[in-house]
């Protein structure tokens, strides 16, 4: 019997540093060759696998592989697009198994967040029905740092840096300009559920009284009021005012700000531009020139200012995916296991698919 | 009698290298002690000389000053305040040079673009008139290159080389993605009526069917049906459209398809969100997923990501305001001398004041 082939296909947006998870896996099974064949990158994601648009990753050379670590965006193309249920949609499990049995796939590592690490667990359980187990491994990677039971998720990082960094520098702006002109600077971020984004700001307070003044999230109903005397205040205070807001911030009726109306592939409501209209509220009601950004795919393919310990996760999240294929395991995910505060220290562990898919941090 | 001081004033918005020219104007002073007596900054531009409100920079360590060549926004403020002319309100400029009296300044440096070429201008006139002659020098500073006779303004080049990385990098994001999500992107980009910043997105252009895939300029009226037409057909030929767009893009009728109709402290038209219009627009007639960055301060304010290059104008046209100071001249700014093309070679020149006053290149 000849070495069983590696199918590696990514999901959902992409991160700054998840092409570096690639990298790591085409060189760690490179190492491997003994136990381990080719590695094959779906085209697009688990849409490429389903329509056998493969890419052969022994065809590239080293140094190919190597700069993976350096190109932001998803190099082999990612998808929105999740499995069915097994009762509901047989017909594409099975289509993949027959991929997987055309390619001699004995392991399948899918690179995405908790819907993924859900497909993952899916293929893994159907895959020994069909008579053809595969070892399927779910490999971390959101830049919502939404997965449970992992230290944080491969992606994340670089996103907290450079919310944190671009806070810091447009405050700095801001200030300099609120004696006669812009008073107010709100940044808008990603995270449709968790504001863990958006907390990212916080770090670029060195002191009680730095910025950003407000941070919105997700997480809490937005108080118009409450809000509005937030503001007032910190222009009485600090001359200026710098905000951070998520976009998936909501009223208290649970009602997205920024709803437009219009919902992405799987289903949830598709955001963008809360900023504009925290600002036209705050230009009404308080009087204050204001400037808004919105950083939307600006912030998660920022690879230019990305961190490298995230860049580290990635990587050693891609490397573990192989040496747990080559141990024989299935059904799990590597994750980050956090084993000192200060100074940070990390370590690679194990853990089971089924306690990770579709559950939100 | 004693030695004269400098004054030395910000103007309108900030750059990322803006703090590199003051410290270079301070550096240069502290080298030309036998000459020059003390650097005071006015905090927040004209408005803090005016107010008598100036900063004695003499009383910052070596450290504090050389650390402003890495700090972005602007240290000692700005202000969106033009003096009105001579006829109109003798009485500030009157007030000014009773400030200049009362410090004992010799030397006014006023740091920012057109408007404030034209300030100096006529603080050079009327200090002459009214029995106090100060030298008054302007330093070139606007992100939107807008100067005439300069090879180009220091700040452009920082904000030029963020775009340009910036729709690098999320046009990567949109290929990954655009299978079956978000298959155009648009980057909103500052220039309200120079394309300039706009125009950086090309340098991202490695190859003609690289993105961005379109460019929208303020000099070039927006045309509906021409501009889906080329939507439609990179869609179709990439996959995606990557596309950077102007704050100050109009129609055919002269307005700015983002007017809001507010105006800021000089009468001009209050921008931002034109990225949203052109993606609804796209979304409701091509039906295309879309995402959308409004870079705002952002560009303006990334120092983490500033040029080399535009660091090294910065600094070099601080010192040379200095140098011209020591030489007794007025009425003059130092501007870049493009030297050689290939490589980029550079000197400082000398540009009278009256034909760079309130031009636009």
């Keep these: 019997m000849s070495k069983k082939n590696i199918l590696y296909a990514q999901s959902g947006g992409v991160t700054p540093v998840i092409n570096a998870t690639a990298c790591a896996v085409i060189e760690t099974a490179r190492i491997n060759k003994d136990k381990i064949g080719k590695v094959y990158a779906a085209h697009n994601g688990i849409i490429g696998a389903l329509n056998e648009e493969l890419i052969d990753t022994s065809k590239e050379t080293k140094t190919t592989i190597s700069g993976l670590k350096h190109t932001p965006g998803g190099?082999?193309?990612?998808?929105?697009?999740?499995?069915?249920?097994?009762?509901e949609n047989l017909a594409e499990y099975e289509r993949l198994i027959e991929v997987f049995k055309a390619h001699n796939i004995g392991y399948f590592f899918y690179n995405g967040g908790g819907d993924s690490a859900d497909t993952a667990y899916k293929v893994s359980q159907i895959s020994k029905k069909l008579g053809?187990?595969?070892?399927?491994?779910?490999?971390?990677?959101?830049?919502?740092?939404?997965?449970?039971?992992?230290?944080?998720?491969?992606?994340?990082?670089?996103?907290?840096?450079?919310?944190?960094?671009?806070i810091m520098?447009?405050?700095?702006?801001?200030?300099?300009?609120?004696?006669?002109?812009?008073?107010?600077?709100?940044?808008?971020?990603?995270?449709?559920?968790?504001?863990?984004?958006?907390?990212?700001?916080?770090?670029?307070?060195?002191?009680?009284?730095?910025?950003?003044?407000?941070?919105l999230f997700p997480e809490v109903p937005f108080e118009q009021q409450e809000f509005l005397k937030k503001v007032r205040h910190a222009v009485n205070t600090y001359g200026y005012c710098s905000i951070v807001v998520s976009e998936g911030v909501r009223n208290k009726r649970g009602k997205f700000l920024a709803e437009t109306g219009t919902r992405d592939a799987f289903g949830h409501a598709q955001l963008g531009g809360v900023a504009p209209v925290i600002a036209n509220l705050i230009g009404k009601r308080l009087?204050?020139?204001?400037?808004?950004?919105?950083?939307?795919?600006?912030?998660?393919?920022?690879?230019?200012?990305?961190?490298?310990?995230?860049?580290?996760?990635?990587?050693?999240?891609?490397?573990?995916?192989?040496?747990?294929?080559?141990?024989?395991?299935?059904?799990?995910?590597?994750?980050?296991?956090?084993?000192?505060?200060?100074?940070?220290?990390?370590?690679?562990?194990?853990?089971?698919l089924s306690r990770l898919a579709n559950r939100e941090k």
Tied chains: 1, 2.
């Design 75 to 87: 190099a082999f193309g990612s998808c929105r697009f999740k499995l069915k249920s097994i009762e």
């Design 287 to 352: 009087g204050y020139k204001y400037h808004w950004a919105v950083a939307d795919y600006l912030q998660r393919s920022a690879r230019h200012i990305a961190s490298q310990t995230d860049l580290d996760h990635a990587y050693a999240v891609g490397e573990a995916a192989v040496r747990f294929a080559v141990q024989g395991k299935s059904g799990v995910m590597p994750v980050i296991k956090r084993t000192s505060n200060n100074p940070y220290r990390w370590k690679i562990a194990e853990a089971k």
């Design 169 to 215: 520098e447009t405050s700095l702006d801001v200030m300099s300009m609120s004696s006669s002109s812009t008073k107010v600077f709100i940044l808008e971020v990603m995270g449709r559920h968790a504001g863990w984004i958006a907390a990212a700001g916080g770090l670029a307070q060195r002191q009680a009284d730095d910025p950003p003044h407000i941070i």
């Design 132 to 166: 053809f187990p595969v070892s399927c491994i779910g490999i971390p990677k959101t830049i919502d740092n939404d997965l449970p039971i992992t230290d944080n998720c491969p992606g994340f990082g670089s996103v907290a840096k450079y919310v944190a960094v671009s």
